[in-house]
């Protein structure tokens, strides 16, 4: 498979280092990197989109900003004619990336930051990839972690709000359980130890549960005991529930502004 990554910033690096890991040729990936960014070696890097005539990809991966989509409009990319063009720019829907290029296939990705640990969540969304392109690309992602297709492009902002932009969200809230820890007394840096460590035994625990996470919270917390006392607070009028819905509707929200700017 010969792949063309146009951008491999943080997340587009990382999806490439455990495509690598997992067997990818160097050899067979190009990268279009107009500041020169370092690569894997063996990994072509070119400052600008090749010409079509250079060579043909079977897939051509978009993992620039979406605030550049405008750069690619009429330009050597609308040349190309992979059989698969991937997409992970937020936001931007399958009839503005079908106009890009004359692929075989358009398919929105949405990986989110563990990727690069291979712990990662990565949806997928297409109309037009049938079940043999599903097949692959499913293979294809599956070194990163959990693979989702998503049934309707609608769903799809709600998606990258709770498993793209969740990391951040476990990120802040991991900070918080240390803070709140120090301000009981512990150092910063113990604190730190302490709430890294429990949401990482706490999150495989989950994982590998035959009972939904609510159970097993109910499971720790005794009658009486100090873990219900502080899900009594947690638990008061939904707030916990309420304030995450707020912030997974704000990064919604926002997904579907951006998708409405790159169609102007």
């Avoid at 899900?231 to 502004?257: G, I, K, M």
């Amino acid at each position: 498979m010969r792949l063309l990554m146009v951008g491999a910033g943080n997340m587009g690096g990382a999806m490439l280092r455990r495509w690598l890991a997992a067997g990818l040729s160097p050899a067979d990936v190009t990268v279009v990197s107009p500041s020169g960014r370092a690569m894997p070696d063996g990994v072509r890097v070119v400052p600008a989109i090749p010409d079509a005539g250079e060579g043909a990809f079977d897939v051509i991966l978009l993992g620039l900003k979406p605030q550049q989509l405008g750069l690619l409009r009429d330009g050597p990319l609308a040349r190309h004619a992979p059989r698969v063009l991937v997409s992970i720019l937020a936001g931007v829907e399958e009839a503005t990336l079908a106009t890009l290029c004359k692929a075989g296939a358009v398919v929105r990705a949405m990986p989110n930051l563990p990727v690069a640990i291979g712990q990662g969540v990565v949806a997928l969304f297409s109309t037009a990839a049938d079940d043999a392109t599903r097949a692959e690309l499913t293979e294809w992602m599956r070194p990163l972690g959990l693979v989702e297709w998503i049934a309707g492009e609608a769903q799809f902002d709600d998606v990258t709000a709770l498993a793209g932009c969740g990391p951040g969200f476990v990120f802040r809230f991991a900070d918080a359980l240390a803070q709140a820890g120090a301000a009981l007394g512990l150092s910063q840096d113990q604190a730190a130890r302490l709430a890294l460590a429990t949401l990482e035994g706490s999150a495989a625990m989950a994982a590998e549960a035959d009972v939904s996470p609510a159970t097993l919270a109910d499971r720790v917390a005794s009658p009486g005991g100090s873990t219900r006392e502080g899900l009594n607070v947690l638990d008061r009028d939904d707030r916990l529930v309420t304030l995450l819905t707020e912030t997974l509707a704000a990064s919604a929200a926002r997904n579907r502004a951006m998708a409405a700017a790159a169609r102007d």
